[in-house]
């Protein structure tokens, strides 16, 4: 694992999230290490965070047993920031918790980041540090387009729900440090499993500012997936 020194102060610190087990693509299949456009779905989710100035080091939250294969893509890419490997807890909220206790003591700002979501823009990535610098947390997210309907069986329409105040949060996630460690903190005290950062902070009153996502930033959730995302990663790098 290749560790650089890094500032003391101010620093904004990056956690991608790599520790799931991706059940929906079945028991033998890890999403993260599916080849797409060239590379490894984690690859290009961890060399997007790489690139980007704004950023002073780049966590990744691995599943125990999987170090070895992280180690790997690392040595074939031409990484620029310092990075480490944090073993995940059992649940999202306790791998992001691990990952909180080995920042620097510097870091001011910490982007969480899904491992199997590689597409992700620069400029929503800038904005949403931005906001989450100036409310203390913030969220990717994407204004909800097809009519959504409730059930309570599953089986039948229980109500309609008003889109225009739906919409459908992403990554990353992001947050003043001091935020996320209270919020989680509440959550681990009262026992509570979260789905995702944000719900955190509803527990304790803070607001998290919607940073609408223009450009597609989708998940890889199943095999079919793939070839809409390796569209986009192409098309993304003859932009550049």
Known sequence: MAVWPVKSSRMTS????????????????DKLFLPVAGRPVVA????????????????VVVREGT??????????????????????GAERQDSVWNCLGTLNPGT???AIQDGARPCTAEAVIRDTLAA????????AAQRVTDTIKE??????????????????VQTPQVFRVEVIRRALAA?????LRVTDDTAACELIGQKVRLVESAAPNPKVTVLADLPYIELLLRASATKK
């Open 44 to 59: 290009h989710t961890w060399l997007r965070f790489d690139a980007m100035g704004e950023f002073d080091e780049v966590i």
């Open 108 to 110: 001011e700002v910490v």
């Open 67 to 88: 170090q070895a294969t992280f180690e790997e893509i690392a040595g074939q890419l031409t990484l620029r920031k310092p990075w480490r490997l944090v073993a995940g």
């Open 132 to 139: 989450a610098r100036e409310e203390g947390a913030a969220v």
């Open 187 to 191: 959550v681990r005290a009262k026992g």
């Open 151 to 168: 059930s309570e069986d599953g089986a039948a329409i229980a109500k309609h729900l008003d889109r225009s105040r739906l919409w459908s």
């Open 14 to 29: 990056a956690i991608i999230v790599a520790a799931g087990r991706g059940t929906r693509m079945g028991p033998d299949v």
